[in-house]
């Protein structure tokens, strides 16, 4: 079975405050996506990576870095919160089959809060 | 215009009654057609896929893609209560996954 896993189901924080959201793969897939879901929006890609140290922008980057040192890991950072970002983040993983597999295993998404 | 779009409304349908979901496309190149299921409080899992004009069946799902019209469907036969969830459509195109806004269903038993 495949697993994505999110080091937080829920997080609230303060405007400001660097924020650091991780995702773990446990199937050696070579793409992984961060996306953020809100109400009347739907999913908007943030950022994605397709090998160790890769990264691309999504349609949304602004106000958001990410991190990938392993294969497995794959990390979003908010470098200064802000209330806008107050949203649902959801991570994927993906096998290599063309950069935009059509397989994408979705992670249980982390609800943050920015007060 | 939006590479795909999904009238976001929700739809309550008794148990049993037929289930009908679309989206709409923009682009005639795009090539793989998706749709995501979300349960509350989790992820989308894929629910199932296709890449050619007609019709694909797995149990009480029907995926339907006419090309030409740039339109895709999904049927839910025989729906259950646990058949309550959102249900998003994805289309591959343009080295791009889009996914439209989703439509959340309810079964009414």
């Known amino acids: 079975d495949v697993k994505v896993t999110q080091s937080s189901r829920y997080l609230v924080k303060r405007t400001g405050e660097k924020v650091f959201l991780e995702c773990v793969q446990d199937?050696?897939?070579?793409?992984m996506f961060w996306y953020r879901q809100d109400p009347g929006l739907g999913l908007r890609l943030i950022y994605f990576?397709?090998?160790?140290?890769?990264?691309e922008k999504g349609d949304i980057p602004e106000g958001y870095s990410v991190s990938r040192e392993k294969k497995e890991r794959f990390s979003l950072i908010l470098e200064s919160a802000s209330t806008n970002q107050t949203s649902m983040y959801l991570c994927?993983?993906?096998?290599?089959?063309?950069?935009?597999?059509?397989?994408?295993?979705f992670g249980p998404g982390t609800r943050l809060t920015v007060t | 215009q939006k590479e795909v779009e999904q009238d976001p409304g929700p739809l309550s349908v008794p148990e049993g009654a037929i289930v009908s979901l679309n989206c709409t496309y923009s682009n005639s190149a795009f090539q793989y057609f998706m749709w995501y299921r979300q349960y509350s409080r989790k992820g989308p899992e894929l629910l199932m896929y296709t890449y050619s004009s007609g019709n694909k069946e797995d149990g009480r799902f029907t995926a339907q893609v006419d090309k030409s019209s740039k339109y895709i469907s999904l049927f839910i036969r025989d729906s259950q209560p646990s058949d309550s969830a959102t249900y998003l459509c994805?289309?591959?195109?343009?080295?791009?996954?889009?996914f439209g806004k989703g439509n959340q269903v309810v079964v009414i038993p």
């Open positions: 199937m050696d897939h070579e793409n």
């Open positions: 994927a993983s993906g096998p290599n089959t063309g950069i935009f597999s059509y397989e994408q295993y």
């Open positions: 994805a289309i591959r195109g343009n080295n791009r996954l889009a």
């Open positions: 990576s397709y090998d160790v140290k890769m990264k």
